[in-house]
């Protein structure tokens, strides 16, 4: 207090890595954790200082002083803060609860990948499976290294006398490959006409269906006209009975049964063919699809025919070098077998750390759902406890108000949110300006007598009330107001400070023991610091 203000410590208003905030530096000082509000920012001491200070607003708040910046969400975090329902731990519980979730997602994310491509692939995961392959495989390649170095040890140069055999074979099953491939292509042409037959069948069976549907539109429209004059000789016709039900120009009966059964019986026919017509062009079309995914593999096989034929008649080897060739081939055939074998047991202890990791983290998060629960379940309990103190406290005080306000006078049920920024008296939360500024004060004057009674609350037991004659209250009801509070305080058995600002103090309350420095005048109206 004695030292110069160039000595003072300075805060700054933002938190940095070398550096404390203001708030942080006074929540350290008064034993108080640090709490997330809106978003990711942190609450601070001027939203505390919004429920600690009542001030002169031009638009009453019954709770919070007016800020423009704010939100219901940090409403309800600051009301929940300083009545000590706010829990640190339950805050860092939920944070690491949605740390472990997204944990938990992402390894459920890269399982179900890897699920997906060898579902697709048809293999299999098991690390004791490929362990078994892989020593199987192992075994067999052990054997053909053995036969290969028996094998070279007795290679000879001996003629083999089944090149010929050989090579007819080849021949044979090289002709038999081209006559296959062949067969399909002309199979696929062939049926590739057909099928555009078909389409053109379907699409004029589907033009007669609406011709028919056309012109027996067209006979029930024409079919009630009457002729008066023969269309051929011009000859004046003689007009039939009204009763008589016969046609106006040929005197045949109406209302015969014969067309319209033709015309059905040629509508069901047409739609069977349809109907057959379109099964037989799927069918087509299938077998199309079949026959061309056939034909690459053709394709490959006469070009390997081609080729194997072709190494016969260039090159002849004895039948130890083929052998030879051929166990070479099948080592070479088996070592990228377990190359593969070890690739995919790796992967499998890939799955297998993922699924512990999974394990491990679900169950993490069933015991912290837990912890949050219990948690969660003490908050609500303290919650209800310091809204019982403070309602009681509020709907005291409002009694002892001058008989203004209905509602004040009765105050049975008080309730409040943060959240809304609102108190409720026996159902009603509008009331004259007066009446406005007395609730005001005396609910901010309930919340200190709650933090003197209730220890976890965190109010910092230090209320500012300015602006007592505010909303045109009238001056014995503004004295009333000053001498509730200074009763209430009188109560209070722990240490608290109440900074009360009027300019029309209670001759009750005009002496040393509540008034704190001098007069303000409009010769002296600031505070003399320097």
Known sequence: MQAPITSWELYPFKRSANKLSFTQSLLLALDMPEAQGDGASNLTMHQFLRVIYADQPSLHSPIFRIDSFESALTRATVGDYLAGVYDDRLYSAQLKKRELEKGLSSAESELRSIFTVLSKSQQ??????????????????????????????????????KRNADESTTRAALDAGKKALTSALDTIARREAEVEDSRQFISEISNRLNSL??????????????????????????????????????KSTLGSPTGESQVLRMRNELRVQLKESTILLEAKQQEISNLRLAVPGLRQEMRRLEQR??????????????????????????????????????????????????????????????????????????KREVQLAIAKTTSRLLKQDLYRQAEFKTAEHVQFSFEENKIIVDGSSRFSE?????????????????????????????????????????????????????????????????????????????????????????????????
């Open 124 to 161: 299999d995961v098991n690390i004791e499976f490929f362990g078994q392959q892989i020593l199987e495989a192992e075994r067999r390649r052990e054997v053909l290294l053995a036969d290969l170095a028996r094998l070279r040890t007795s290679r000879t140069a001996e003629k083999d006398k």
């Open 213 to 250: 549907d056309e012109s027996e539109k067209t006979r029930g429209y024409l079919g009630g006209l009457a002729f008066n004059f023969c269309p051929c000789c011009l000859g004046q016709i003689e007009a039939p009975a009204p009763e008589a039900q016969v046609c106006s120009l040929c």
């Open 309 to 382: 034929y072709n190494e016969s008649a260039e090159h002849w080897t004895s039948e130890v070098e083929q052998a030879i060739e051929k166990a070479l081939r099948e080592i070479g055939g088996l070592d990228q077998e377990i190359r593969s074998l070890y690739e995919n047991q790796k992967l499998a202890s890939v799955i297998k750390s993922l699924q512990g990791k999974r394990d491990l983290l679900y169950g993490e998060i069933t015991e912290l759902n837990s912890t949050i629960e219990g948690l969660a379940h003490a908050q609500d309990i303290r």
């Open 434 to 530: 007066s009446s406005t500024v007395v609730l005001r004060h005396i609910f901010h004057l309930a919340i200190l007598t709650a933090s003197t009674q209730i220890p976890e609350m965190r109010f910092p037991r230090l209320l500012i009330l300015d602006g007592i004659e505010d909303g045109g209250i009238e001056l014995p009801r503004a004295h009333r107001l000053q001498e509730i509070i200074a009763a209430e305080c009188a109560t209070y058995e722990v240490d608290y400070q109440l900074i009360m600002a009027t300019s029309q103090i209670a001759p009750s309350l005009d002496n040393k023991k509540f008034v704190v420095g001098r007069q303000y005048t409009e010769d002296e109206r600031a505070l003399a610091i320097l």
